[in-house]
């Protein structure tokens, strides 16, 4: 059974940091493509980061130079580095399967996502 199960949101004040990690079991974690992917209150998804089975890595321009993509593969896991955030990086993250995933149909599997919340 494929899951992806994320972890590491929560409320954050302005300029703060947050970890998220992404568990991955169930598919070949270690040669596939992932992505972190973001929906904002009453928005679409938005595509935030990506990284390829090698670490090379793609961020969205609006998270360039404060969020960092990294992945694990000894232990099946995936990281999302936030830091400096802001109101508008407010949002339920997701994990996917899948370079540049930014639809419900171009990720192979999706985690349950997890709330990050922005906010003084």
């Known amino acids: 059974e494929v899951q992806l199960v994320e972890s590491g949101g929560g409320l954050v004040q302005p300029g703060g940091s947050l970890r998220l990690s992404c568990a991955a079991s169930g598919f070949s974690f270690s040669s596939s493509p992932m992505s972190w992917v973001r929906q904002a209150p009453g928005k679409g998804l938005e595509w935030v980061s990506s990284?390829?089975?090698?670490?090379?890595?793609d961020h969205a321009d609006s998270v360039k130079g404060r969020f960092t993509i990294s992945r694990d593969n000894a232990v099946n896991t995936l990281y999302l580095q936030m830091n400096s955030l802001k109101p508008e990086d407010t949002a339920v993250y997701y994990c996917a399967k899948g370079w540049r995933v930014d639809r419900w149909s171009s990720g192979d599997y999706w985690g349950q996502g997890t709330q990050v919340t922005v906010s003084s």
């Open positions: 990284i390829t089975s090698v670490s090379t890595t």
